[in-house]
């Protein structure tokens, strides 16, 4: 698994370390984004840019590791994460699964994230939660090969998953309290390589996002609903997945 944890232990006790064993958590993924910015710290790796921040919170999380072992100035245990695989890939649910929490004990976990709303030097928080959980599906539609001329001997995939996207977006219009907060984005639509031929399956994929677990599930339940029934209306099939995962969450200090 690719990620590092530095254990740091206080010195400040003659019986040794005391306090809460703290984790200090910053995800270091890119996304496959070509960077065009012309910034001298821009990505050096074609295809691939920090395009949410993220090597800002890595080298938050590497200047914080640095001033706690020089300075020794906490009581505990200071446990800095860098996670990979933010959305996706689950990447968190990965290193729970791994044990980190029990192999270091850790008592609490803090992350931040970069906010572009924010004054320089400000930050925000929220009882609750504060960090939306993300959802990843991929939907195939499978539709039947044709001649563009002839596209009554066919089913075309594209037409499917065309409605498809769209029906998609009365979930959070239609389905979800006006109250709620929710997001389904259709992140990319792949059929086909000629203009002339009617492709045999097309697929889609893309991203959800919601605070709470009843809407999260009304959503996978929706998502796959109209991606079945929509095919069926077409004389197609469609075939999903998709994985859920739950929102970072504040709590009240005393």
């Known amino acids: 698994m ?3 944890a530095l254990h740091c232990a206080s ?3 003659s019986d040794g370390p005391s306090g809460d064993v703290v984790g200090l958590r910053a995800d270091m993924d890119a996304l496959p984004i070509e960077e065009e910015t012309g910034a001298r710290w821009a ?4 295809g691939v840019m920090h395009a949410c921040g993220h090597d800002g919170h890595t080298a ?3 200047g914080s590791a640095r001033e706690l072992a020089q300075t020794r100035e906490f009581n505990g245990t200071a446990v800095v994460v860098f996670q990979p695989a933010e959305e996706g890939g689950g990447g968190g649910k990965a ?3 791994d044990g980190l929490m029990d192999r270091f004990g850790i008592d609490e976990i803090y992350a931040m994230h970069t906010e572009t ?5 400000q930050f925000a928080t929220t009882i609750g939660p504060f960090g939306a959980s993300v959802g990843s599906f991929k939907i195939r539609i499978d539709g039947k090969g044709a001649h563009g001329a002839e596209p009554q001997d066919g089913i075309d995939p594209l037409v499917v998953g065309a409605n498809i996207l769209l029906a998609l977006q009365t979930i959070v219009s239609r389905n979800v309290h006006p109250r709620q907060c929710a997001v389904v984005t259709v992140g990319w639509l792949n059929a086909g390589k000629a203009g002339n031929v009617i492709p045999p399956f097309a697929e889609m994929g893309g991203t959800t996002r919601t605070f709470d677990p009843i809407v999260r599930n009304l959503i996978e339940a ?3 609903a109209i991606a079945e029934k929509v095919a069926e209306a ?3 099939e469609s075939h999903r997945q998709l994985q859920a995962y739950v929102p970072a969450t504040g709590q009240s200090r005393s």
């Open 117 to 121: 709303t924010l004054a320089i030097g």
């Open 11 to 13: 010195e400040g006790c």
């Open 2 to 4: 690719r990620w590092l």
């Open 43 to 46: 990505s050096t790796i074609k």
């Open 95 to 97: 290193m729970l699964d």
């Open 60 to 62: 938050m999380l590497l």
């Open 234 to 236: 077409y004389g197609g």
């Open 222 to 224: 929706r998502v796959f």
